[in-house]
């Protein structure tokens, strides 16, 4: 029975299984995450424009509008896309294989149903090759239980990236999903400014990358990609002297100098007697990588999570 749980929320999920739907997904969360960046207001580092794991999917969380509010909904369970506003008016798409030229038409519409004007820009970022969205009929695979797979996987990720999240009491992002490089990522800030970001990423503009790697950082996340399976990762922008050669764990852990970060491929995990440990290990290790190198001020920024736990008794 434990045996079967563990599988349960541990998947199996091979990259090259589902790549297609995988690149299909990818972009129809461009969309959606685009209709939030239309609205929300601007914050640091993009945090406005970002996805967030709930317990049947993703979500952008609530978005403002005028004097509205209103949200979008994956749900990777009953495989269904919701639009809701604050007036319980919804609109609901149901997820089956199709373009991406199919599901902007489609979320559009029902945009215009519910009155949420919105403009967004038309192509994707941060690909290789950036097909406008209402142009594109290459990508159109959704294989259901791949995705609830993938899903399942960022559940583990979310829940033990906000364990991690919780021991830093400096400036921290939240655990979010950038649907940009579709990954999800927790980055800590020492407090520094940064140099400028050299840019460079596909079809993105480098002010963008400017602004999300303007100060001295320390970047954790999960991302489709890495592994035979997925994997965790961690960097330091800018990198410090001896990053790469920080002793960090779990064994399974290495720098990988074509990411330039360090991976922790997820089947070792997945396969692992004690997941959670090898994440968390994984986490801390490669953050005290970027802090003891950089020489952050570790006492100003780090406390106990559990240090209120005696009063609440």
């Given amino acids: 029975m434990e045996q079967q749980q563990k599988a349960q929320a541990w998947p199996e999920l091979r990259v090259e299984d589902w790549t297609e739907t995988r690149d299909t997904l990818h972009l129809w969360t461009q969309i959606v995450g685009k209709i939030r960046m239309a609205h929300a207001p601007m914050l640091n580092h993009w945090w406005q424009v970002a996805l967030y794991v709930t317990p049947r999917g993703l979500t952008t969380s609530a978005i403002p509008y005028g004097n509205r509010t209103f949200d979008i909904e994956f749900d990777f369970l009953d495989h269904e896309l919701h639009v809701r506003d604050n007036d319980g008016a919804q609109r609901t798409i149901a997820l089956a294989p199709m373009t991406v030229a199919d599901f902007h038409a489609r979320l559009f519409r029902a945009l215009d149903e519910l009155e949420l004007d919105t403009r967004i820009q038309p192509t994707p970022n941060e690909v290789e090759i950036a097909i406008p969205f209402a142009e594109d009929t290459e990508h159109a695979s959704y294989d259901p239980a791949a995705v609830q797979a993938f899903w399942q996987q960022l559940v583990q990720a979310d829940r033990l990236m906000k364990k991690f999240r919780a021991s830093f009491t400096g400036k921290v992002s ?65 990198e410090p002297e001896g990053f790469a050669d920080y002793p960090v764990g779990p064994s399974s852990a290495f720098f990988s100098e074509e990411f330039q970060q360090f991976l922790l491929p997820y089947e070792a995990v997945r396969t692992s007697s004690d997941p959670d440990r090898m994440v968390l290990e994984f986490l801390q290790t490669t953050y005290e990588a970027a802090a003891e190198r950089g020489h952050w001020d570790r006492a100003e920024l780090e406390a106990e999570p559990d240090r209120w736990s005696h009063r609440r008794r």
């Fill in 174 to 238: 939240p655990v979010h999903l950038f649907w940009g490089s579709f990954d999800m990522a927790c980055t800590r800030f020492s407090g520094r400014t940064a140099p400028t970001h050299p840019g460079g990423a596909p079809n993105c503009a480098d002010w963008v990358m400017e602004e999300g790697y303007s100060h001295e950082l320390s970047s954790c996340g999960f991302w489709p990609g890495g592994g035979e399976e997925g994997a965790f990762y961690s960097y330091a922008y800018p």
